[in-house]
């Protein structure tokens, strides 16, 4: 039966056509005697698809289509009964099982729409409800005025007469239109067409209601005119039923527009002009010319007043929406911001139902090495590099009808709703490389840029799902950072497995039972191609997990005690290390990485020399790497240090220039003795206008200030061949080797410096 019910696809076009017809043709069965059974067919037929309506589309929230189906119900059964029980025509004189039903269709019907007006949440518009009600009590002081008040004077007023109890039919009917007027502002059902059937049928409903309640001067059964109307009003409800818009009804509205605010204040004007003028045309003929000069010259005010309030509004409003464009509107770039994506969230948790099997997906991009822009070329060349990029990418996401705003600094968001599958929003990732790979012109300089992107997924909205996409997008980015594959998707098991709470648990055992290895990796002089030295890198031999890179547990460790303890471990291990080569005639530079953390040591001097002494390792073979946030943490304090290692003998040099916020110009106070540029320069300026760019424009800087540079991540022999031209002074990388356990070594630099690397 449910599949039988389900297959009945009724179309509501259709339904109110033939419902009309059927309406037209109840007075031409009157002669025959036929008219209450057509009637009747007619108005449970249209019960009964109010039912299969609702039960086949589900909308949202169902509570108040359940009480608009019961009230429909309950109307036709009441009118029933009455047809039944009242063919005397004595309908109202006492309450009646037929009133029951029909009082209680009418109260169900008003609650019901005001459980639709009610489904706001945070956006409940209260000022809604007063309208609806100055709307209501306009028609039913008009109505009293100009129809009950007269059949009654007619009739005679006594409590043992129907007419002051048959008026609280229609004044039902008022207060469904005045609920309508509140459902109309407070949401969506203003963007829909099933509201137009909607207020058909409880206009009809209404004009039938007064007709037979309020102008019968007799208590006669409905005439055809009556019971016309009263099957209009059920086609209507049948058709807003089957209209594929009906859930929109029930959708709260995601915010207050302000031009629909604007046309409710146009709407007011009429309603509360509506009882006083109608009573002006009724009785202006009664009137003396002084009041009605009086009343024509009080309309005349409150027209100018109400049109001065509206002017103002309307200014009001325009400073508002320039506000809220201001505050949607990145300052720099033009573009959406973040507040603009929380904006386009929120109206999402209300649109329209979302596509079946679709996804919702959170693109989040940061342009890789922009720090770099700003400090070779300034703030000012990378202020108009971000104008670039953001104009081209809003550009695109427009044109693919996505969301598209900068959220901080030199990161982006793309927010893709309602996409088919997962490999869409791939595909639209690297459609993202593919167009920040054609070059930039900013003040004649040629710039290309790449980035890289965390994408999380999510199959539904809410606000709490953005929030998490937030942060699963930012983990994504990180794994595409590290891994550097350009695009990651985050996966909640890699997440688990990245939870490193454990390294700290873990390590000090690592310590004690010599898990913790040494592993060195050959730095190569360009100009003979013989290795100078080696940088030593530690990994972390877990007797589960394996062999675990640093980049894995420094992190965890780098802001406890524990990382002033793998410094000393590797101290040692690296100055006994090159004792054992210098035994086998092996002379190389040992280079060892030095963490803010350990820059801050007071005694890290004296324990440098220590080590020196007891495994008898001249200072001048040690090399003191440190990256260049940390050299300016404490400016004084570092240079104070970096002063006393280098009057040991110990060379000084900087890491992964490039990546962090200091100039080389400010570097050159600390007395550098070698500069290492960081690895994705070197790997993209072979390819890379500006990335070479900025390789030539720090070698040339490095040899004013008579520091050597050294290119790291040499993976392929172009790169060596364009540093040889360039004259740099050394590199590494896995050209040459990847970091080897001390064994290794003495074979690898052998090989390497046997290797011609195709530079003739």
Request: proline letters at 4%; charged letters at 15%.
């Amino acid at each position: 039966m449910s599949q039988y019910l389900a297959a009945m696809k009724l179309d509501w076009k259709l339904f109110w056509l033939l419902g009309l017809l059927a309406t037209g043709c109840l007075p031409l069965l009157s002669p025959l005697g036929l008219r209450d059974s057509w009637y009747f067919f007619i108005a449970f037929l249209s019960a009964g698809v109010i039912w299969l309506g609702i039960w086949q589309q589900h909308p949202q929230p169902s509570r108040p289509w359940r009480q608009f189906a019961i009230a429909i119900s309950a109307q036709c059964l009441g009118g029933l009964i009455e047809a039944n029980t009242d063919a005397s025509g004595a309908f109202g004189m006492q309450l009646s099982l037929a009133d029951i039903c029909l009082l209680t269709g009418h109260l169900t019907l008003v609650n019901s729409l005001w459980l639709l007006a009610c489904h706001q949440q945070p956006q409940f518009p209260r000022h809604g409800f007063f309208q609806g009600w100055i709307l209501a009590t306009s028609l039913m002081l008009i109505g009293w005025q100009f129809l009950f008040l007269p059949t009654i004077l007619q009739h005679g007023f006594s409590l043992d007469r129907p007419q002051a109890f048959r008026m609280l039919y229609p004044s039902l009917s008022f207060v469904e239109l005045g609920m309508l007027l509140w459902l109309w502002i407070s949401s969506a059902a203003y963007a829909s067409r099933v509201f137009i059937q909607l207020c058909l049928a409880i206009l009809f409903f209404a004009i039938g209601e007064c007709i037979f309640h309020g102008t019968s001067y007799s208590l006669a059964v409905p005439n055809d005119l009556n019971l016309m109307f009263w099957l209009l009003g059920y086609v209507s409800f049948g058709s807003v039923a089957l209209h594929p818009e009906l859930a929109q009804l029930g959708k709260p509205r995601a915010s207050e527009d302000d031009r629909h605010a604007n046309h409710i204040l146009t709407l007011l004007l009429p309603l509360a002009m509506l009882f006083p003028v109608a009573l002006l045309l009724r009785y202006f003929q009664a009137l003396h010319p002084a009041t009605i000069g009086i009343l024509l010259g009080f309309f005349i005010v409150f027209i100018i007043g109400w049109y001065q309030l509206r002017t103002t509004m309307r200014n009001i409003i325009e400073v508002k929406q320039q506000l809220l464009q201001q505050n949607r509107t990145d300052y720099l770039t033009g573009i959406p911001n973040r507040n603009y994506l929380e904006q386009v969230v929120e109206n999402s948790l209300y649109s329209t139902r979302a596509l079946p099997h679709s996804l919702n997906a959170m693109l989040l991009m940061d342009i890789d090495g922009f720090k770099a822009f700003n400090n070779i070329f300034g703030f000012g060349l990378g202020d108009l590099i971000l104008k670039a990029v953001a104009k081209r990418l809003h550009h695109d996401s427009q044109i693919h009808s996505d969301h598209f705003a900068r959220v901080d600094g030199d990161e982006f968001i793309l927010l893709m709703l309602n996409v088919p599958d997962k490999s869409m929003v791939e595909q639209q990732a690297w459609h993202i490389h593919h167009l920040l790979e054609q070059p930039f012109m900013v003040n004649g300089l040629t710039a290309k840029v790449s980035c890289s992107i965390g994408i999380s997924i999510a199959d539904s909205f809410t606000k709490h799902t953005f929030s998490n996409m937030q942060r699963e997008s930012e983990r994504a980015l990180l794994w595409a950072k590290e891994s550097q594959s350009q695009v990651e998707f985050y996966q909640a098991i890699r997440d688990k497995t990245n939870d490193k709470s454990w390294v700290i648990s873990e390590f000090r055992q690592a310590i004690y039972y010599r898990q913790i290895v040494v592993y060195y990796q050959p730095k190569v002089r360009l100009q003979t191609l013989t290795v100078m030295g080696v940088e030593a890198l530690v990994r972390w031999q877990h007797p589960v997990r394996g062999l675990i890179m640093p980049g894995e547990f420094v992190p965890q460790i780098e802001n406890t005690d524990l990382i002033h303890t793998l410094f000393k471990l590797v101290l040692h291990e690296s100055t006994r290390q090159w004792q054992h080569w210098h035994q086998q005639q092996l002379d190389l530079t040992m280079a060892l990485n030095v963490t803010a953390r350990d820059l801050m040591n007071f005694d890290l001097e004296k324990e440098v020399a220590q080590a020196l002494e007891k495994h008898a390792t001249p200072a001048n073979r040690i090399e003191v790497e440190i990256t260049e946030s940390s050299a300016i943490a404490d400016p004084r304090r570092v240079k104070k240090l970096l002063s006393a290692l280098i009057a040991l003998g110990i060379k000084i040099s900087i890491d992964d220039y490039g990546t962090g916020y200091s100039s080389l110009l400010y570097l050159q106070q600390l007395s550098l003795h070698y500069l290492k540029i960081d690895q994705q320069f070197i790997r993209e300026m072979h390819h890379d206008a500006s990335s070479l760019a900025i390789v030539r424009s720090t070698l040339e800087l490095a040899r004013n200030l008579q520091i050597e540079v050294i290119a790291e991540g040499i993976h392929a022999v172009a790169c060596l061949q364009q540093l040889v031209a360039l004259g740099c002074y050394g590199a590494q990388g896995f050209l040459f080797s990847e970091p080897l356990p001390a064994s290794e070594i003495p074979a690898t630099v052998r090989r390497i410096q046997a290797t011609r690397y195709e530079l003739d």
